[in-house]
């Protein structure tokens, strides 16, 4: 497949309108936007993928896990299913009824070829604090001595009218205090 220079790939989606336009244009933007539709397809295709996954999980009697798994499609493609749960236990259950899993989704309507169970890591136990007044850490107010001596180190080899040796006298003051 070759390419043309002129028209790449990946712009397939309609040039956004400027941002003087109304709201009725705006709307009509984002019915014809094929990302937006996107978005929304996809959801919509989750929406009734979760529901069918509930009535098969119904007929198999385990409707109590459903509330318990996260379903989606394979990003490579629409016929292996992923299903995302909280636990070994939730996945060692489904993993002994997989076959009838895919049946029941199969007289349902949905084509699934493979389930994929997968245990969902779990939520990180720490949290992170902001600091109070009593640990807020003071900066520093001065110079090391290792700075302290470089930067008089510099102002020895400075012309004495200098005016980046008067600078240097003017940090030194201000930072040796």
Request: proline share 6%; aromatic share 6%.
């Amino acid at each position: 497949m070759s390419l043309s220079p002129v028209t790449p790939f990946f712009m397939n989606f309609a040039p956004k309108p400027s941002r003087k336009h109304t709201a009725h244009e705006w709307l009509d933007y984002l019915r014809e936007s094929s990302g937006l539709g996107g978005i929304l397809a996809k959801t919509e295709d989750l929406v009734r993928l979760k529901s069918t996954l509930g009535l098969a999980l119904e007929k198999l009697g385990l409707e109590h896990l459903n509330p318990k798994i996260e379903a989606g499609w394979r990003s490579g493609g629409q016929d292996e299913l992923f299903l995302l749960v909280s636990s070994a236990s939730i996945a060692s259950r489904l993993q002994q009824t997989l076959p009838s899993l895919i049946n029941e989704l199969a007289k349902l309507g949905l084509k699934c070829s493979a389930i994929k169970v997968k245990i969902k890591p779990a939520p990180a136990t720490w949290e992170v604090k902001p600091r109070t007044n009593e640990t807020l850490r003071e900066k520093p107010r001065g110079f090391n001595a290792v700075a302290k001596k470089s930067w008089e180190d510099l102002l020895g080899k400075l012309a004495p009218d200098s005016e980046l040796r008067k600078t240097v006298e003017r940090l030194l003051r201000h930072k040796t205090k």
